[in-house]
């Protein structure tokens, strides 16, 4: 074994151990026998090739390495000290015939041969060119982070353009960390766990920089946009209602991208350093955030990108999975004009048939499960992963999906579905391989926009939403699926806020720097006379309001599971903008203000999360079927094109619950409901969005008591009845009974 003390390399000339030489100076002497500190394992001398990553080893102090390329020829772990970062402290070379397991490349490293080493990264050696399938990308002069690596290091010399451009990146790359060892024994071996909520689940969706980056945010100045910020504001989301937290993306991305949302990730392993109050810090900051969620009866849902990577086509940055292994990692297409599919509209598409692939997936969900508590992920475009290596869509299970299920622990966490890709992909319902999945509810979001805004011809559409979308989820006996499993939303992260869906007809872009072409064209939206605020009297002020107030009315009386985004509760404004996602500023941090200028309609808001969450009757296991009875403005509904009222009466006896007589109108006429069961109960107003505040919503038992049979709706508004009492009594199932059957 050669050692080049000047340039920190270990090479092998023959068969050798690249980490021996600290073992030979001490056996030089002493000899192999009866030496107690001699690894006697060939792991220990090897290195093992698993666990992928890097992992420490208390008994030998000594770190383990392993990294996976089906191509790679030659690979080189790079140590480097904080102090030096633009020349690695040690190179350790990887002879194949001593540190390579199959398509595994592995080393172990004593801690007394680290030479102060904290960070890592790998230079990677391979064929060039290649066939369709293995497309080759590598750049042996290039520093490239661990695909398992828990944190990443940026250094202040950082330079996202010294990944795109051939050659050397090293002092201008990311790096890996190592593990603490502190930071490891520190870390809880048992995870608080908080209760898995059923009817009473609302889903609060927030980004973690936007929701307190805000100076009016009320939080201290260093935990601004933090993990610990969003602590800060825990007992605010407690009062709103809220039981569990989508967290909008947390995987470490490129925070030299321009783009804030965070749905380009770098890895999948490591949470965001820059949502930390000090880089270093955000494992154990947000493990601090997920305990203090659980302490307040609130999971934790990570919103998980495993659908593409920030390394963009063939003109992104090479920052990991290019250089290691690109074909592994990529769906290609053989073209080459346009050699990476692109069904994630962002460049690149994961290959998540590819075995590796799917199980970097596995470890790196296991992780978050294990070492951060969280309680589930909403995928993005999840449509991707029934997509074959050619771009064909499999008519069989998806091999991600099949995992998942199969695995003890993954199997058990709350799994949703955003049932689509960018390529035109749409799986809602039963097209989706996760047939226990939830899955977020496109077609619920765009009948209620459509319905709320005045579109003819919506009565059907609307009233299957309402009952739990049983089109697409049906109970029927092969697919037995829930109501629960269609996520409901009106509003999120991808289009317009609530307020700005009341009050924009257009998207107002122009920001973003795409000349106004990004994001959704068609928005369902209405601005209710005039565009934007600007000239936007009071009546038009308030229309927008009562609009409002009619979302959230409709999305919490619906059956299934509701999400709403953060800020929609006071009536945040992107002004216009429905897809801000390079805007850290006004455009995406929440005004806090409006908490205060629109305090009633949080108030409405607010109490209408504490009405669903009171009446279980409304969120089910199952269906309503024989509960629920259809009406009109009469006895029938009407099922014509122009109509826009419809009535339901949901009888609460079997959940031992009020009975709830709800009457829709969205026509811009008021309209005279007759009451079908008035005589058979007492019944007060609970709800009435065409009310002021505080008429507009009322506890139990303090609502003004209906005194006749005939009921005037107001133009655009829903008016919640509640009987008086929990009653046990059974109304005779008439026609109008059980799921909603739309007119031939």
């Known amino acids: 074994m050669h050692i080049d003390r000047n340039s920190h390399r270990v090479s092998h000339p023959q068969v050798t151990d690249n980490l021996m030489l600290a073992h030979e100076q001490e056996t030089s002497v002493v000899g192999a026998i009866g030496n107690p500190n001699l690894p006697t394992s060939w792991f220990s001398i090897e290195g093992s090739p698993h666990p992928l990553g890097v992992i420490w080893l208390e008994e030998e102090r000594a770190f383990n390495f392993a990294l996976y390329s089906n191509h790679a020829t030659g690979v080189s772990l790079l140590l480097f000290t904080p102090d030096q970062l633009a020349q690695p402290c040690r190179r350790i070379d990887l002879n194949h015939l001593t540190n390579k397991s199959g398509r595994i490349w592995h080393c172990r490293v004593p801690e ?353 939403r309402m009952y739990g979308s049983d089109d697409l989820f049906p109970d029927s006996l092969h697919e037995a699926c829930h109501p629960y499993q269609s996520v409901n939303y009106i509003n999120s992260h991808d289009g317009f806020t609530l307020y700005d869906q009341v009050s924009y007809n257009q998207r107002h872009n122009w920001v973003n720097g795409e000349q106004n072409r990004d994001g959704h064209r068609d928005n369902h939206s209405w601005n209710c006379g005039v565009e934007g605020d600007a000239g936007a009297d009071e009546e038009i002020v308030k229309l927008r309001i009562q609009q409002a107030k009619n979302f959230c009315c409709l999305l919490m009386l619906a059956n299934g599971t509701p999400m709403f985004r953060a800020g929609d509760e006071f009536l945040q404004t992107q002004y216009g903008n429905n897809n801000p996602f390079n805007q850290d500023n006004k455009f995406s941090w929440l005004d806090w203000d409006r908490l205060q200028e629109h305090d009633a309609f949080h108030r409405f808001f607010r109490m209408m999360i504490a009405f669903r969450k009171s009446h279980p009757t409304i969120a089910r296991s199952r269906f309503w079927r024989d509960d629920v009875r259809w009406y009109g403005t009469g006895a029938e509904v009407d099922w014509s094109y122009e109509a826009r009222q419809f009535a339901y009466f949901l009888n609460g006896a079997s959940q031992r619950d009020n009975n709830l007589y709800v009457m829709v109108n969205a026509d811009w006429r008021p309209h005279t409901f007759s009451i079908q069961h008035y005589e058979s109960f007492a019944w007060e107003v609970a709800v009435n969005t065409a009310a002021t505040s505080p008429e507009d919503i009322c506890d139990s038992g303090q609502g003004p008591r209906v005194r006749s049979r005939q009921f005037p709706v107001a133009a655009r508004s829903v008016v919640v009845l509640r009987s008086c009492r929990a009653t046990d009594a059974v109304i005779e199932k008439p026609e109008t009974a059980g799921p909603p059957n739309k007119p031939r």
């Not at 470890?363 to 909403?378: E, K, L, N, Q, T």
């Not at 064909?392 to 299970?397: N, P, Y």
């Open 112 to 464: 007394s041969d680290l030479g102060g080493a904290i960070y890592y990264g790998y230079q990677v050696q391979g064929p060039q060119g290649g066939r369709k399938f293995d497309l080759h990308a590598f750049d042996d002069q290039k520093l490239l982070i661990d695909p398992y690596a828990t944190e990443i290091h940026f250094p202040d010399s950082f330079d996202r353009s010294a990944a795109i451009r051939p050659g050397s990146n090293i002092g201008k790359a990311p790096l890996g960390v190592l593990p603490s060892v502190k930071e490891q024994e520190a870390c809880p071996r048992k995870a608080d766990r908080v209760r898995f909520h059923e009817h009473d689940l609302v889903i609060y969706e927030l980004h973690v920089r936007g929701f307190t980056r805000n100076p009016n945010s009320g939080v201290d100045s260093q935990r601004r946009g933090t993990y610990l910020g969003a602590i800060d504001k825990i007992p605010y989301l407690v009062e709103l209602g809220i039981t569990a937290v989508e967290l909008m993306p947390v995987f470490q991305f490129d925070p030299q991208e321009n783009n804030f949302w965070g749905y380009m990730p770098l890895n999948f392993f490591a949470p965001h350093s820059q949502y930390a109050t000090h880089q270093r810090n955000a494992a154990r900051e947000f493990r601090q955030m997920v305990s203090a969620f659980h302490q307040a009866g609130i999971e934790v849902l990570l919103d998980v990108v495993f659908n593409h990577t920030t390394e963009g086509d063939e003109h992104g940055p090479c920052y990991s999975f290019k250089g290691i292994d690109n074909s592994s990692y990529y769906i290609t297409t053989g073209d080459p004009e346009h050699p990476f599919a692109n069904f994630s509209g962002t460049g690149n598409t994961l290959h998540t048939k590819n075995r590796h692939c799917v199980r970097m997936i596995l470890d790196s969900m296991r992780s978050w499960v294990h070492h951060y508590h969280v309680d589930g992920f909403r995928f993005d475009l999840a449509s991707v992963f029934n997509r074959r290596g050619d771009g064909s869509v499999s008519s069989s299970q998806s091999r991600l999906v099949a995992a998942i299920r199969a695995d003890p622990v993954l199997g058990k966490v709350r799994l949703i579905a955003e049932p689509w890709d960018a390529a035109g992909l749409n799986q809602l319902g039963q097209g989706f391989p996760g047939k226990r999945w939830m899955q977020w509810n496109g077609r619920f979001r765009d009948d209620v926009r459509r319905f709320v805004k005045g579109d003819p011809g919506l009565l059907p559409e609307m009233v299957r």
